[in-house]
């Protein structure tokens, strides 16, 4: 039987997939519109160039986008030592490398396809002209085939957690193999139990953040690096949020210690979030240092704040098991897997407007969310690809 716990992380999971896909159809509409060509702008950059009704959106799903991926590594630590628990360490590396590793491999040649295939329909579709120019200066600039197959693209999410999961195995043959290496994490393990107990992981992981985002956290984004040679501090920012996961999963007798007021300090975190979009906008075309430091400092304390809130909202959750969350729980892996191919096939076919942003942005996400859970429906559930791409 599921712990009644892990419902709440279900629900968790589930929630933060679905919103993906309004929020990647709004960023895309937006950079469209924009006009911007092949690098990805900032915040600032999009917002000034759209109209008010696209730009407030916009700004709303970047509130959004805030926890986003450190909640989704989250997850995926505190799921990976309950894999680890349930299955021994053999059956999870193979668990693991089917699961992570064969969709990798999948998605990252099918970006190779998908651009011939843009390439190849860029004549019969003026929307995918521009793309279509994109992709060859991509090619150049990247050198070639191989250097397109060093951008991972949407899947450098499962690309991290490639090298998490291998660093993980590592760790825990060393661990059998070397007592001092476990004495080591208990008293890691002793010390951070008491950072949680006196509520000092918030400030902590923001303190960590800023010293890990200085350099790339001021775009307005949490940062992503998509590079088969990702950036060290990011690989670090990302890594300390999945062993924080793996962590938490042996501490789930405290949590009602570790996760008080979650409600309370989510909310905190929303006006942490505010304060930064105004030092932000604030700085955005100046050099005030200062401010811009002072923006750094409440982006990570948000995050930070908002990250461990929705755990404990979720944990602390009591709701029952539900048909309909738990079929779209079984189908997140796979909406997560192909949102962006069919975001981006509908948008082929959508010259972008702006007096029609909303309803564009709500006709794109709806038809993604039905197209994928019908492909999910008959092609993944009553087949193989069930144990790959299933829940």
């Known amino acids: 039987m599921v712990q009644p ?6 629900y968790l999971r589930v929630f933060l997939v679905l919103l993906g896909i309004p929020f990647h159809t709004v960023l895309f509409l937006a950079w469209r519109l924009s006009d911007f060509t092949l690098a990805l702008p900032s915040l600032a950059q999009l917002t000034a160039t759209l109209p008010y009704p696209a730009a407030s959106l916009l700004v709303g799903f970047f509130s959004f986008y805030l926890y986003w991926m450190p909640v989704f590594f989250l997850l995926a630590g505190f799921f990976a030592h309950f894999a680890y628990q349930q299955r021994g360490m053999k ?18 040649l099918w970006l190779v396809l998908f651009g011939w295939l843009i390439d190849g329909l860029s004549c019969y579709f003026s929307s995918l002209a521009k793309v279509a120019t994109l992709l060859h200066e991509a090619y150049r600039q990247e050198g070639g085939l191989l250097g397109l197959l060093n951008h991972l693209g949407s899947v450098w999410f499962l690309y991290d957690l490639v090298i998490f999961y291998g660093l993980t195995l590592a760790l825990l043959s060393l661990q059998r ?12 393990d002793h010390s ?13 992981f923001a303190l960590l953040g800023v010293f890990l985002m200085a350099k790339s956290v001021w775009l307005g984004y949490t940062p992503l690096d998509a590079s088969v040679k990702p950036d060290g501090c990011l690989l670090i920012f990302y890594g300390v949020w999945y062993a924080m996961g793996w962590w938490l999963w042996k ?6 210690r570790f996760f008080k007021h979650s409600w309370k300090m989510f909310f905190i975190a929303m006006l942490l979030y505010s304060a930064f979009l105004g030092c932000y906008y604030a700085a955005a075309n100046t050099e005030q240092r200062y401010v811009k430091g002072i923006g750094l400092v409440l982006d990570q304390l948000a995050l930070s704040v908002s990250v461990f ?7 602390h959750s009591t709701m029952l098991q539900h048909t309909v969350v738990r079929y779209l729980s079984g189908a997140s892996y796979w909406l997560y897997l192909t949102q962006i191919a069919f ?7 959508t010259t972008p407007s702006a007096a029609q942003f909303y309803q564009q942005s ?14 999910y429906q008959f092609i993944v559930r009553s087949t193989w690809l069930n144990r790959v791409v299933g829940g």
Do not use: E
């Open 5 to 10: 716990r892990l419902i709440g992380l279900d």
């Open 91 to 108: 059956a999870f590396a193979l668990n693991r490398l089917r699961r992570i590793g064969g969709p990798l491999l999948f998605c990252t």
């Open 177 to 188: 193999c070397f007592s001092l290496l476990q004495r080591g994490w208990q008293f890691f």
């Open 192 to 204: 951070l139990t008491r950072l949680f107990i006196k509520q000092w992981h918030y400030g902590l």
């Open 251 to 256: 501490h789930q007798g405290q949590f009602k």
């Open 309 to 315: 809130a929705l755990f404990g909202i979720a944990w």
């Open 343 to 349: 975001i981006t096939a509908f948008m082929a076919l």
């Open 362 to 375: 709500l006709q794109i996400s709806v038809a993604t969310l039905c197209l994928s859970l019908l492909s």
